[in-house]
């Protein structure tokens, strides 16, 4: 599929460029946000952008595959008819080996009255010769008989050698051509199977392509900024800050924000649709001034639920990252988003996709302990302007981890953002997620 091909590469550029677009997963720590640090988004992205087919040109392959697909039916359905015919016994090839072989029986048939004769006149002309009083002329007349009787087998021989001939010939007319229609039968299922693939492969694009182009629309309702340490050590917790402003006329009911991180391939690395990458994603854990535990990102509690944000208000969030301490030196980076709903229907995604790249240390000596969680006893930050729609706008506590999606949130299913963006288990769910949705921006 086009569009498989294109997310594909984007996988491969995303996860060999510093700038990679993913979705996922965040984390907490105890500190005030530092300055955030806001990054370009790759140029691979504008390369996706223009290569990413529109709603209309992946209509109108819908139609030039359908009518191929059309074709190709016709053409089988004609394939198969024309085997039919030729194996019919009134088509002219079944006609001429039909008339062949009943010429072959009745020239065997001649051949063996012809050897039966010359056999009688042989053995006639024996017995005349054993008599005493056979004349000159009845030997004479033995004689001619026979020869008479040889002349006949032997003409009966080649009427019979023709026959069978011309049998074989008919024969082979009639197979080669069932062979042919079988061959041509055989190549129109070919060109029809791989008509019918390339229809749903098609149809699957504009599907894709349409559920992208949805209500929800990239926008700049919603703006996020991410930094953090330019060095991390596997098996050693980093924190990264995230903030998430509402930068709309207007407060946002539901907000979700979300990251991922991930460690890159080294340069010489092949990266391309059948690589298996799961393995290169980092752990991320996320707390805030509402959620003050540690809540890991999963494939089912893939968003860190930031609520109802006010006009203008920013939410700070932590992101506690944990390379494995097995994992050997390298890069790596993190990257996040942010999307809202609104009770009215409307919804959207941000414009900004943050990315952080960092170099990963090998750990050294024994694995070092994880930095314990905070406890509800912990003094509590100061009051974000913001506010998880778990507690009040005056950012009140909550021991409650929050966890869940819009979807679990009762979002308006039309919302591209559930679509494995957040809680991706590979780099190319990722990527495919950041393409899909800044196609969608690009045609709002």
Same mark, same amino acid.
Not at 62 to 87: N, R, S, T
Not at 304 to 309: A, D, S, Y
């Given at each position: 599929?086009?569009?498989?091909?294109?997310? *594909?590469?984007?996988?491969?550029? *995303?996860?060999?460029?510093?700038?990679?677009?993913?979705?996922?997963?965040?984390?907490?720590?105890?500190?005030?946000?530092?300055?955030?640090?806001?990054?370009?988004?790759?140029?691979?992205?504008?390369?996706?952008?223009?290569?990413?087919?529109?709603?209309?040109?992946?209509?109108?392959?819908?139609?030039?595959?359908?009518? @191929?697909?059309?074709?190709?039916?016709?053409?089988?359905?004609?394939?198969?008819?024309?085997?039919?015919?030729?194996?019919?016994?009134?088509?002219?090839?079944?006609?001429?080996?039909?008339?062949?072989?009943?010429?072959?029986?009745?020239?065997?048939? @001649?051949?063996?009255?012809?050897?039966?004769?010359?056999?009688?006149?042989?053995?006639?002309?024996?017995?005349?010769?054993?008599?005493?009083?056979?004349?000159?002329?009845?030997?004479?007349?033995?004689?001619?008989?026979?020869?008479?009787?040889?002349?006949?087998?032997?003409?009966? @021989?080649?009427?019979?050698?023709?026959?069978?001939?011309?049998?074989?010939? *008919?024969?082979?007319?009639?197979?080669?051509?069932?062979?042919?229609?079988?061959?041509?039968?055989?190549?129109?299922?070919?060109?029809?199977?791989?008509?019918?693939?390339?229809?749903?492969?098609?149809?699957?694009?504009?599907?894709?392509?349409?559920? $992208?182009?949805?209500?929800?629309?990239?926008?700049?309702?919603?703006?996020?900024?991410?930094?953090?340490?330019?060095?991390?050590?596997? #098996?050693?917790?980093?924190?990264?800050?995230?903030?998430?402003?509402?930068?709309?006329?207007?407060?946002?009911?539901?907000?979700?924000?979300?990251?991922?991180?991930?460690?890159?391939?080294?340069?010489?690395?092949?990266?391309?649709?059948?690589?298996?990458?799961?393995?290169?994603?980092?752990? $991320?854990?996320?707390?805030?001034?509402?959620?003050?535990?540690?809540?890991?990102?999963?494939?089912?509690?893939?968003?860190?639920?930031?609520?109802?944000?006010?006009?203008?208000?920013?939410?700070?969030?932590?992101?506690? $990252?944990?390379?494995?301490?097995?994992?050997?030196?390298?890069?790596?980076?993190?990257?996040?988003?942010?999307?809202?709903?609104?009770?009215?229907?409307?919804?959207?995604?941000?414009?900004?996709?943050?990315?952080?790249?960092?170099?990963?240390?090998?750990?050294?000596?024994?694995?070092?302990?994880?930095?314990?969680?905070?406890?509800?006893?912990?003094?509590?930050?100061?009051?974000?302007?913001?506010?998880?729609?778990?507690?009040?706008?005056?950012?009140?506590?909550?021991?409650?981890?929050?966890?869940?999606?819009?979807?679990?949130?009762?979002?308006?299913?039309?919302?591209?953002?559930?679509?494995? @963006?957040?809680?991706?288990?590979?780099? #190319?769910?990722?990527?495919?997620?950041?393409?899909?949705?800044?196609?969608?921006?690009?045609?709002?």
């Amino acid at each position: 599929m086009k569009i498989r091909r294109i997310l *594909a590469t984007a996988v491969a550029a *995303a996860v060999t460029t510093p700038a990679l677009f993913l979705s996922a997963a965040p984390a907490f720590a105890d500190t005030k946000p530092a300055a955030p640090q806001s990054q370009k988004p790759s140029s691979h992205e504008d390369d996706i952008d223009d290569e990413m087919p529109s709603i209309e040109e992946l209509k109108a392959a819908v139609a030039v595959a359908q009518k @191929a697909y059309d074709e190709a039916v016709a053409d089988l359905a004609k394939a198969m008819a024309d085997f039919k015919i030729v194996d019919k016994s009134d088509h002219p090839l079944q006609v001429a080996v039909a008339e062949a072989k009943k010429a072959a029986v009745a020239a065997a048939a @001649a051949k063996t009255t012809a050897d039966e004769e010359l056999a009688k006149a042989v053995q006639a002309e024996k017995d005349l010769l054993q008599r005493p009083d056979a004349t000159d002329q009845q030997k004479a007349d033995a004689a001619a008989a026979v020869t008479a009787a040889k002349t006949a087998a032997e003409q009966a @021989a080649a009427t019979k050698t023709a026959a069978d001939e011309k049998l074989t010939a *008919a024969d082979t007319a009639r197979d080669d051509a069932l062979v042919a229609a079988t061959r041509v039968i055989g190549l129109a299922q070919k060109v029809e199977k791989a008509a019918k693939q390339e229809l749903a492969d098609a149809k699957e694009d504009l599907a894709i392509a349409e559920e $992208i182009e949805g209500e929800c629309k990239v926008d700049d309702a919603v703006d996020v900024t991410l930094s953090g340490p330019k060095t991390v050590t596997a #098996g050693q917790p980093a924190v990264f800050s995230l903030r998430v402003t509402n930068t709309s006329d207007r407060a946002l009911d539901v907000v979700d924000a979300f990251a991922t991180a991930v460690r890159l391939p080294k340069p010489d690395e092949v990266i391309d649709d059948e690589t298996v990458l799961e393995g290169r994603l980092i752990p $991320i854990e996320w707390s805030s001034p509402d959620v003050l535990e540690w809540t890991p990102i999963t494939d089912k509690y893939e968003s860190i639920e930031v609520g109802k944000l006010a006009k203008g208000a920013s939410y700070d969030v932590k992101l506690r $990252i944990t390379v494995d301490a097995k994992a050997p030196a390298g890069r790596g980076v993190a990257f996040a988003y942010a999307e809202y709903e609104n009770k009215d229907g409307s919804c959207g995604l941000g414009e900004d996709y943050p990315d952080v790249e960092f170099s990963i240390l090998a750990a050294k000596g024994d694995k070092p302990k994880p930095t314990p969680s905070p406890s509800t006893t912990t003094s509590t930050p100061a009051p974000s302007t913001g506010g998880n729609h778990h507690t009040t706008q005056q950012g009140g506590s909550s021991n409650t981890p929050v966890k869940g999606s819009l979807a679990a949130t009762g979002a308006n299913d039309t919302l591209p953002l559930g679509i494995a @963006a957040a809680g991706a288990v590979a780099l #190319g769910a990722g990527a495919l997620v950041v393409a899909r949705r800044r196609k969608a921006g690009a045609d709002a």
